[in-house]
């Protein structure tokens, strides 16, 4: 398993734009499938955008069209691009990676969206 590092969260006003990054400590070329989940106070953890290893890609209804979720095995990066943010959209961001159920997570890093 690969030990897995997010960061760019932070303070943004509604209608701002960040873009998250997870960095693996290995290679992620061969992982089937990564993802971002999300967690807000009080609710449970979901997803928000998954990516397979070929680059296929789903969302979240709450986000299509905001988010683009992205993932360069080369680099062993993931990102995930938001835009249009919404106060709803604050909450604690983790990286995911799933070896055909097997998962690793990361830390998280907190995204606040709030004027």
């Known amino acids: 398993q690969v030990q897995l590092v997010e960061s760019g969260g932070g303070l943004v006003q509604p209608g701002g734009s960040l873009r998250l990054s997870c960095g693996a400590s290995?290679?992620?070329?061969?992982?089937?499938?990564m993802g971002w989940y999300r967690q807000a106070p009080g609710k449970q953890r979901e997803l928000v955008a998954g990516?397979?290893?070929?680059?296929?890609?789903n969302y979240a209804d709450s986000v299509k069209g905001r988010f683009t979720i992205s993932r360069d095995n080369a680099k062993n990066m993931l990102y995930l691009q938001m835009n249009s943010l919404k106060p709803d959209d604050t909450a604690v961001y983790y990286c995911?990676?799933?070896?055909?159920?097997?998962?690793?997570w990361g830390r998280g890093t907190l995204v606040t969206v709030s004027s």
């Open positions: 990516i397979t290893r070929r680059g296929l890609t």
């Open positions: 995911n990676a799933d070896w055909f159920g097997i998962n690793s």
């Open positions: 290995g290679s992620i070329a061969s992982i089937p499938a």
